[in-house]
């Protein structure tokens, strides 16, 4: 599981396997993204996949994307 090291606000990780390669983050609790900035991202990032759990002012937002298939729970 990906921890953060004392005091750090995010950490990268970076994976390959199966013909893929994925990168996932983890932010500190006090991290929030703007709502309409990040799903912005989420609908337009140049990326075959993209999933998580973020804070977002409004509290938590779940994405689920895969190709143009897009999931959003609160």
């Known amino acids: 599981a990906l921890r953060l090291p004392e005091h750090a606000r995010w950490r990268r990780a970076l994976n390959e396997g199966q013909g893929f390669t994925s990168c996932g983050w983890i932010f500190d609790g006090d991290t929030r993204f703007d709502t309409v900035g990040f799903m912005e991202w989420v609908r ?4 075959e996949r993209a999933k998580g759990v973020v804070r ?5 937002l779940l994405i ?7 999931n959003i729970e609160t």
């Open 44 to 47: 337009l990032a140049p990326v």
């Open 56 to 60: 977002i002012p409004e509290g938590t």
């Open 64 to 70: 689920n994307r895969q190709g143009q298939d897009l």
